[in-house]
């Protein structure tokens, strides 16, 4: 089975800094995808970024990339330019390519991310 | 993208009663998944919820106590069943786009078991 360990409880940054979430996992899988999620106070769980693992490339979308290490099994995440409303729980999560219940994700504990202003 | 409404946004019961989630999407769509999320903890498949299929459940779930409906291609409901305060939680209905990779939630139910 899979497994995402997410090392750091919480994390804080000031605004308009940078900082860096950490998000390792483990799968004997060669091909899959993984995910970090943003979920504020409101509960809504939000896709920040998507990372395929046949992918060398790192994703980005506007202030946040990931620096995915394959053979380290390794995602990490990181925000640029800090903004208040960044502040939320952040999850990595994995998913396998595969079909049927292989579709669900497995989820990483959690990093509190708390953004000074 | 998928819109997910989910109803009751929150909820307070008693123990011993039965709560009843629904899950609507603005689209059709092949799995529906519902999920855990215990106060301060990370999220736990409860099941895998296939249109005209039973739902298919995770170590530690059983149908008696989470009975799942998936009647069409665009909702399901979940049941919390005999409900005790340890089933207080956040209760997130999750769909996945045909074709997609990606997971979208619904703002989830918050649950708690007086």
């Known amino acids: 089975a899979q497994t995402v360990t997410q090392s750091q409880p919480e994390m804080s940054v000031q605004e308009a800094e940078t900082v860096t979430l950490s998000c390792t996992y483990d799968?004997?899988?060669?091909?899959?995808?993984l995910f970090w999620y943003k979920q504020p106070p409101s509960r809504q769980m939000i896709l920040v970024i998507r990372q395929e693992a046949y992918k060398q490339q790192n994703a980005t979308e506007n202030r946040f990339s990931v620096n995915f290490q394959k053979a380290a099994k390794s995602f990490s995440l990181k925000i640029s330019d800090s903004q208040l409303g960044d502040a939320a729980m952040y999850f990595c999560a994995y998913r396998s390519s595969g079909g049927g219940s292989n579709y669900k994700l497995t989820f990483g504990k959690g990093t509190l991310l708390t953004v000074n202003p | 993208s998928a819109v997910i409404s989910q109803k009751p946004s929150r909820d307070i019961c008693q123990r011993g009663t039965s709560l009843t989630i629904q899950c609507q999407v603005d689209?059709?769509?092949?799995?529906m998944f519902w999920y855990r999320q215990q106060p301060g903890q990370s999220l736990t498949l409860i099941a895998t919820?296939?249109?005209?299929?039973?739902?298919?459940?995770e170590s530690g779930f059983v149908i008696d106590k989470f009975p799942i409906s998936r009647p069409n291609l665009t909702f399901s409901t979940l049941t919390v069943s005999n409900m005790s305060p340890e089933d207080s939680s956040i209760y997130l209905c999750?769909?996945?786009?045909?074709?997609?990779?990606?997971?979208?939630f619904g703002q989830g139910t918050r649950l708690t078991v007086v």
């Open positions: 689209s059709q769509v092949t799995m």
């Open positions: 999750s769909v996945d786009l045909p074709l997609g990779t990606e997971a979208f």
């Open positions: 919820a296939n249109q005209g299929s039973e739902a298919t459940y």
């Open positions: 799968t004997s899988e060669s091909d899959y995808y």
